[in-house]
C-alpha cells in the first residue's frame, strides 16, 4: 500500500494538470484523442477526396488530427460495417453517401441505417442526363417525347442495379414518366466512355464528371435535376425550369455509431459544420468540383430518410429488395 | 506549339531537381513493388495518393506514373528468378524467362526484359506525344461487341501460346473462366458458386491464384520431384547478352511494342492481354515454335516490351479524353482532382505544362529504370545461389505476406494454398497454368461485356457480326483456332514437339 502510493498521488496530479490543460482549451475534453474517419471507398475517387478536405479542415477545429482511413470493399459496406461497431465514444466517425440507402436492402451483410447516427452533411450532388452533341436531343422535353413515343429502346449508360447511377435513371423514369433501356456499365467513367463511342444515347451521372466534356462542346447535359443550376455548368437549366419536377440527386454525409454521448454528438455537428462553413474550405472544395451544402445532425437525418422513402419503391420493382422487406 | 517547342516545356518541367527525385522515387518503389510478389502498383499508388496532396500537380503525376511503369520492369525479376509474376502481366515471362534462368542465362533474361521494356517505353512515349489525340479517338470506335471479340482473340492467344494438348489449353482456360465467375454476378447481384463463403462473396483474386499456380506449385513440385532436396539451378554462365543476342531480341521488342500499345489503348486487362498476344504472335512467326517454352529469347522480349508498351499506353486515353482504361489510370485521375485539375478532352491544350513535363519525365524514367536495373541484376542473380532450404521458406513467406496485404485477407492466403496443390496437381498430369490465369482475368470482362452487348442489341446477337471491328476480330480469332485445331498442323506440333532440339 505505502509503496504504491507516492505512484497514485503522481497520477493524481498529473490527472489534475492534465484537467486544468484541458480547460484551458476551448473545446472542452472532446476529443481528447486523433478522431479516425472510416472511408468505405478507395482512395482517389471523389468521396475520398471530398472527405480529405473535410477531415484537413476539421483537423483544425478540434485540435486533435482526423485521420482518414480507406477501408474499401463489398460496395462499401465493410466501411460502414466498421463504421456501426466503433465504440461509441465519437472518436471515429465516417462517410455515408447515399449509396448506403440501397445497400441495407440489396445485402443482407450490409448495415441498415439505423445503425449509425448522422452527424453532417458534405452536400447534395445534383444527378443530370446528359446525351452527346450530335444527338437530336436538344432538351430534357425532346428526349422525354422521343422515350414516350418509344418506350424501352433509348439506350442509357448507368452503373449496376442498385448503384447511383442506376437510382439516378430509375427515379427519372418514374418521375418523368418514361421507361428506357438501362445499360449498366463498371462505374461513371466507362458510362461516359460508352455515351462518347455511342454505345448508348444517354448517361444518368453527376455533373462534375461530365462538366469537361460539355464545356469541350463533346457531350450536352439537357438538364440538371436539383434545386438550382449547377455552378460548373451554369448555362445548363434544372428539370424544374423546364418544366418537369424531379429532384434527383447523391448526397454524402458524416456519421458515428449509434448511442454516442449527446454532449460528443454535439461537439463534433459543430466542428465539423464550423469546418465546412469556412470560406477557405468552401473554396479548396468547389476548386475540385464539389458542392458543398453544409448541414447538421436534422438535416442528414431527413436526406436518409427522404432518400429512403424515395428509393425503396424502385428497388422493390427492379426485384433489388434481398434484405429487410419492409411489410 | 510545334512538337520540339513542346518537348523543350516538357523537359523543363520535368527536369527541375524536385520533379526529377519525384520520378527516380517512383521508379525505385516501383521496382521495388514489382519484385515484391503480391503488392502491386495499384495498392501503392493508392497508398502514395494522400502524400500528393503536398506535392506539386506536375511532380505527384511524374512519380505516381513512374510506380505504374518502374513496376512493369521490376515485375519481371522474379517471374524469371523464382517463377513468381509479380504482376499480371508478367506471367508470361515465367514461360521462357525461368527456363531460361533455369538453363544458368538469368542474366541474360533479367537483361533483356530490361532492354526490350526501355525500347518499348521510349517508343510509346514518342508515340503519346506524336499521336496522342487521335489514338485517344481510336478507343472510342470500341463498343462493348468488340471487347467481347478482343477478349475472345485474348483467349484464342492464350490456347495458342500453350505447349501440348489443344483440348487441355482450351480446358484449362475453361476452368480460369469459372473461377471468374465466383462471386457477385453484376446484373443481378446474386452470389454465384460461393457456397455461402462471406471472403468468395467479392471474387476469386488474381494474385492468389496465380502465387498459388506458380510460385507454390513450383516449390512443391519441385521438392516432390527431388524426394525434398531441392533443385539448385545450375551456375549463372552470362551476365550480358551476347551481341548476337541483342540483335536478336531488336524485332521481337519492336512487334511486342506495337502489339502492346495497341491493346493498351483499350479499357481492361492491356498489359495483359498486350503480353500474351506479342508472346502468341512471336511463336506463330517463329521458324522453330518448339523452343517457345524451353527458354526462347523471343518469349521474354516480346512480352515485356509489350506490357511497358501497354502500360505506357493506357496513359492516352486517359490524358487526352480524361478516361481512364484502368484502376490505375482512375487513380492517375484522382490525383489531378486533388490538385483541381480537371482530366477531359480539354486537357492536353489546358495544360501543356503538365502533359509535356509527364511525357518527358517517362522518357527519364525509362532511362532511370535501366540504369537502375543492370546494374541490379549482378545482385539479382546471386538470389540463385541461395540454398533451396532457405530460398523456399523466404519465398513463402514472401507469398504470404504478399497475398494478404492486397486485402487484409487470411481467407486469401488459403485460396493461394489450395491453388498451389492444385498447380502442383496440373503440373503433374500435364496441364498449363497460364491459360487458367488467363480465363480468370478475362472470363468476368467477357461476361461483362458479353451482356452488355445483347443489352444494347435487345438479346439480338447478330450485333457481334454486325460491326466491322467484331466481325473482323471473330474472324481472325476463328481462323487462329482452326488453324491450330487442323489435324495436321496438330501433329506437326507434337513431332516438332517431342524432336530434341
Known sequence: ?327 | MGIFESLVLGLSVACTPSNLMLCFAGCLLGTAIGVLPGIGPLATMAMLLPVTFHLSPAGALIMLAGVYYGAQYGGSTTAILLKLPGEASSVVTCLDGHEMALQGNAGVALAVAALSSLIAGCLTTVLIALAAPSLAEVALAFQSADYVAVLILGLVAAIVLSQGSLLKAIAAILVGVLLGIIGTDVSTGEHRLTFGLAPLVDGVGFVPVAMGLFGVAEIVSNLASTAGHGTQPVAVKRLWPSRAELKALLFPSLRGTVVGAAFGLLPGGGPTIGAFSAYSLEKKLSATPARFGRGALEGVAAPEAANNAAAQASFIPMLSLGIPPSALMALMIGAMMIHGIAPGPNFIVKQPALFWGLIASMLIGNLMLVLLNLPLIRIWVLLLRVPYRYLYPSILVLCCIGTYSISNSAADVLIMAVFGFVGWFMKKIEIEPAPVLMGLVLGPMLEENFRRALAVSGGDPIIFLQRPISAGLLAVSAALLVAAALPWIRRKRETVFTDPL
Open chain 1, 1 to 327: 500500500m505505502l509503496k504504491t502510493l507516492p505512484k497514485s498521488c503522481l497520477i493524481a496530479v498529473a490527472a489534475a494538470g492534465f484537467a486544468l490543460l484541458a480547460c484551458a482549451l476551448p473545446a472542452g475534453a472532446f476529443p481528447d484523442q486523433p478522431i479516425k474517419f472510416i472511408m468505405p471507398w478507395p482512395p482517389g475517387g471523389g468521396s475520398d477526396i471530398s472527405m480529405r478536405l473535410v477531415a484537413e479542415a476539421a483537423s483544425k477545429k478540434f485540435g486533435k488530427p482526423v485521420v482518414v482511413v480507406n477501408r474499401p470493399g463489398a460496395g462499401g459496406s465493410i466501411g460502414i460495417r466498421e463504421i456501426a461497431e466503433a465504440p461509441a465514444d465519437g472518436h471515429t466517425v465516417g462517410m455515408i453517401g447515399s449509396g448506403a440507402v440501397a445497400a441495407q436492402y440489396l445485402n443482407a451483410n450490409a448495415n441498415a441505417l439505423s445503425d449509425l447516427q448522422p452527424i453532417a452533411l458534405f452536400g447534395d450532388e445534383p444527378a443530370a442526363l446528359i446525351t452527346r452533341s450530335d444527338s437530336p436531343f436538344k432538351s430534357l422535353k425532346e428526349f422525354v417525347d422521343a422515350a414516350k413515343a418509344a418506350p424501352g429502346t433509348i439506350r442509357n449508360g448507368n452503373d449496376q442495379p442498385g448503384g447511383a447511377a442506376f437510382t439516378f435513371i430509375s427515379l427519372y423514369e418514374r418521375l418523368l414518366g418514361v421507361k428506357v433501356n438501362k445499360v449498366a456499365y463498371g462505374g461513371y467513367a466507362p458510362a461516359v466512355t460508352a455515351l462518347l463511342s455511342g454505345e448508348v444515347q444517354t448517361i444518368s451521372i453527376a455533373v462534375p464528371d461530365v462538366a469537361e466534356y460539355h464545356k469541350a462542346g463533346r457531350l450536352r447535359i439537357l438538364g440538371v435535376s436539383g434545386a438550382s443550376r449547377h455552378f460548373l455548368a451554369p448555362d445548363v437549366p434544372t428539370f424544374k425550369e423546364q418544366g418537369f419536377d424531379a429532384m434527383v440527386g447523391s448526397w454524402r454525409t458524416i456519421a458515428g455509431p449509434k448511442g454516442m454521448p449527446a454532449d460528443r454528438l454535439k461537439a463534433l455537428e459543430k466542428g465539423f459544420l464550423d469546418a465546412m462553413n469556412e470560406t477557405e474550405f468552401r473554396e479548396r472544395a468547389r476548386a475540385r468540383g464539389f458542392l458543398v451544402t453544409p448541414g447538421g445532425v436534422v438535416e442528414s437525418g431527413k436526406l436518409w430518410d427522404t432518400h429512403d422513402q424515395q428509393l425503396y419503391p424502385i428497388l422493390l420493382e427492379s426485384g433489388l429488395v434481398k434484405a429487410r422487406k419492409k411489410g
